[in-house]
Structure formats: C-alpha cells, structure tokens
C-alpha cells in the first residue's frame, strides 16, 4: 500500500523560510508526478506545484511562484518543498499527493502556521 | 485560471436519499473532471477521476457525470459513512482547480 507521511511544518513568522519533506513508502517514487496542495483554515484544497517522475517539468501556482521551490529525490523516496518569504495567507495544512491530473495517494498533512 | 463553481455549498439528507451535487466550469475543460471526498481533520479521497470513472475501491452508490463545463455528482443512496464535504477538481489547464465544497450532512 502506497503511503506519504509529510513533515516539517511548524510555526514560522512571516518572511521566515521553511522545508517540508514527504516520505513515500510502498510505492518507488520515480514512477509518480507529485504535487503539494494546501487547505486553508475552513477552505477548499488548493493546488500549488507539481514536478514530474525525472524533476524536468516543474509547474507553480502565481501565488507562490519565485518563492515555493519543489524537488524530489528519488533514491531517498522523498519530495520536498522549500518555501521563503512566507505570509500569514500560507497558513495551512500542507499535502502532498501523486498524480498529475488526479491525485490518487495523499499524505496526512503538515500544519505551516505564519504568524508573528 | 478555470473557476470551478459547486452547488448547493450545503445539503442536509436523510438515509437512503438521492444526492446530487453540480459543479460547473468557467471554460470548457471536456471530461478532465474529478471529485473528491473529505472528512473532518483527514485528506481529501479520490472518488471519481475523468468525470464518471470509479477509483478503485469506491463504491458503486458514487458516480459522476457530465463533459464541457457541466457536471454531476451523485450517492445513489446516501449511507451515514457519506457524511463529509465534496469537491470537484479540473485538470484542464494549470493551476489545477477545486471547487469550494459541498458539505453533506444527515438529516
């Protein structure tokens, strides 16, 4: 069974930086497109990045683009988001998901709280 | 960006009871459409991929329908474990999109 565990989020003050990690078990990633989606306190889920099987094809949404920064590492299983500049409209709970016009598998998520 | 528009936002059924949920696109994205389940504190849960196909393991009381910008979502007999909100999702184009939710609650 394909399972994603992300980690990393925490309380961080805006303009702070922060690095999420998603583990994948039970599956090798490099077969899978991944993605980050977030959801907002009361809010719908929100798509924000996405990189392909070999990391040649990376996709952001505008609003976190120049300051959200995806990768992947395939030997270790493992998919990372990098973000910077953050602002207290990132507060959410962060997801990663495989796919790439669906997401099949998710993660439980990590809660990123920007505040000062 | 594609604006994906759900109704009704709430709903309030009895057991055993049709539901049907709509979302409607703002530009055509053909059968590029798929619905998700969410309980409270968990991930959202794929039901339904490419408007009308059944995920694996789903059960067959949930369907999808639809194609251009109109689409229907439905629990053919609304059992207690439904209780939870739905969102449609469209891959057309990028940023992918979600609609803003139906929450589905029992009467």
């Known amino acids: 069974e394909v399972q994603l565990v992300e980690s990393g989020g925490g309380l961080v003050r805006p303009g702070g930086s922060l690095r999420l990690s998603c583990a994948v078990s039970?599956?090798?990633?490099?077969?899978?497109?991944m993605n980050w989606v977030r959801q907002a306190p009361g809010k719908g889920p929100e798509w924000l990045s996405y990189?392909?099987?070999?990391?040649?094809?990376?996709y952001y949404e505008d609003s976190v683009k120049g300051r959200f920064t995806i990768s992947r590492d395939n030997a270790r299983n493992s998919l990372f988001l990098q973000m910077s500049s953050l602002r207290v409209e990132d507060t959410a709970v962060y997801y990663c998901a495989s796919g790439y016009g669906y997401f099949d598998f998710w993660g439980q998520g990590t809660l990123v709280t920007v505040s000062s | 960006d594609i604006q994906m528009t759900q109704s009704p936002s709430s709903l309030s059924a009895s057991v055993g009871d049709r539901v049907t949920i709509t979302c409607q696109a703002s530009?055509?994205?053909?059968?590029?459409l798929n619905w998700y389940q969410q309980k409270p504190g968990k991930a959202p849960k794929l039901l339904i991929y490419?408007?009308?196909n059944l995920e694996t393991g789903v059960p067959s009381r949930f369907s999808g329908s639809g194609s251009g910008t109109d689409f229907t979502f439905t629990i053919s007999s609304l059992q207690p474990e439904d209780i939870a909100t739905y969102y449609c999702q469209q891959y057309d184009n990028l940023p992918r999109t979600f609609g803003g939710g139906t929450k589905v609650e029992i009467k």
């Open positions: 990189i392909s099987s070999s990391s040649s094809t990376v």
């Open positions: 039970g599956a090798t990633l490099s077969t899978y497109g």
């Open positions: 530009h055509d994205i053909s059968n590029y």
């Open positions: 490419d408007a009308s």
